[in-house]
T-cell receptor, first 115, second 111 residues
Framework: DADVTQTPRNRITKTGKRIMLECSQT?????MYWYRQDPGLGLRLIYY???????NKGEISDGYSVSRQAQAKFSLSLESAIPNQTALYFC??????????????FGPGTRLTVL | RKEVEQDPGPFNVPEGATVAFNCTYS??????FFWYRQDCRKEPKLLMS???SGNEDGRFTAQLNRASQYISLLIRDSKLSDSATYLC????????????FGSGTQLTVLP
């Protein structure tokens, strides 16, 4: 079984709809992240959480919200989806090794299309 | 200027060729550096860390040049299976330790 899972894997929705993307991990890591990937722009950080009580905005948090329901679960919401939120969304986890390696383990991604 | 910049490519090379990618970063206080590999429509996966002294893993060699603020990845004897997008990642210092990804360099190894 995959260590980091994302649901749904694909979603098509309409402008103005509320969407939730879910992420679960079995790696036991404290740190979880949400990224979006757009062609030519690479991965951009939306939100990150270093533990259940710690939520931080990333580079592009406007239009998004998150919830860290448990150490293993981190969900991303689009309250009112708009077409420029069409992208590939990745969840990731990491654990801060001694020395700060911070290797990111990614889920398989959710392809979201907003019409 | 982007914090982390990469030549997007594409780099099209024949099997067996040696190919090198560079990645420049703007934050001189950056602390940790990595190369990730991303296959088409898949998630990124860690390829290797980049150390000041340089490090090698089989056909792959990573180098860090702090004075010029760039990291490099060299692939020797390239294989068809090396075809992918290579992302450099820079971690800033401080309590936030935010990761910044480059936009990736696309490599296609041709038979």
């Amino acid at each position: 079984d995959a260590d980091v899972t994302q649901t749904p894997r694909n979603r098509i929705t309409k402008t103005g709809k509320r969407i939730m993307l879910e992420c679960s991990q079995t790696k036991g890591h404290d740190r979880m992240y949400w990224y979006r990937q757009d062609p030519g722009l690479g991965l951009r950080l939306i939100y990150y959480s270093f533990d259940v009580k710690d939520i931080n905005k990333g580079e592009i948090s406007d239009g998004y919200s998150v919830s860290r329901q448990a150490q293993a679960k981190f969900s991303l919401s689009l309250e009112s989806a708009i077409p420029n939120q069409t992208a590939l969304y990745f969840c990731a986890t990491s654990d801060l090794w001694p020395g700060g390696k911070d290797t990111q383990y990614f889920g398989p991604g959710t392809r979201l299309t907003v019409l | 200027r982007k914090e982390v910049e990469q030549d997007p490519g594409p780099f099209n090379v024949p099997e067996g060729a040696t190919v090198a990618f560079n990645c420049t970063y703007s934050n001189s206080a950056s602390q940790s550096f990595f190369w990730y590999r991303q296959d088409c429509r898949k998630e990124p996966k860690l390829l290797m860390s980049v150390y000041s002294s340089g490090n090698e893993d089989g056909r792959f060699t990573a180098q860090l040049n702090r004075a010029s603020q760039y990291i490099s990845l060299l692939i020797r004897d390239s294989k068809l299976s090396d075809s992918a997008t290579y992302l450099c990642v820079v971690i800033s210092s401080g309590s936030a330790r935010q990761l910044t990804f480059g936009s990736g360099t696309q490599l296609t190894v041709l038979p």
